[in-house]
């Protein structure tokens, strides 16, 4: 598998940024896929993941109502909208490949990992 993460920039608080998670090599259509992020200094935290078929989402509390996770399995591409961007959103976020097809929100349960794409967010 490899991920390769985009979209990722400079906003001002309040404002929208779309990330994208292209799995270039299509093997991971049958996984669920996860969405992480890491701050200078903190530990690397989940954001959100959806199943395999798109059909489950769990979000973290921080960001639920304001991220939307989803999956175009045609082009095998992962997508977190983010709107309403806060300082604290500030991080470098990940993809990455869930060992299942089931949503989890344990970063230890996912096997693969991209690049990361730095979102920061002023205020």
């Known amino acids: 598998v490899q991920l390769q993460a985009s979209g990722g920039g400079f906003v001002q608080a309040g404002g929208s940024l779309k990330l994208s998670c292209a799995d270039s090599r299509r093997t991971a259509s049958n996984n669920a896929v996860g969405w992480f992020r890491q701050a200078p200094g903190k530990e690397r935290e989940f954001v959100a993941t959806?199943?395999?078929?798109?059909?489950?989402?769990v979000y973290a509390d921080s960001i639920k109502g304001r991220f939307t996770i989803s999956r175009d399995r045609a082009k095998n591409t992962v997508y977190l909208q983010m709107s309403s961007l806060k300082p604290e959103d500030t991080a470098v976020y990940y993809c990455a490949v869930q060992r299942g097809s089931w949503t989890s929100t344990n970063r230890h349960d996912y096997r693969y990992w991209g690049q990361g794409t730095q979102v920061t967010v002023s205020s």
């Open positions: 959806i199943s395999w078929n798109g059909g489950s989402t």
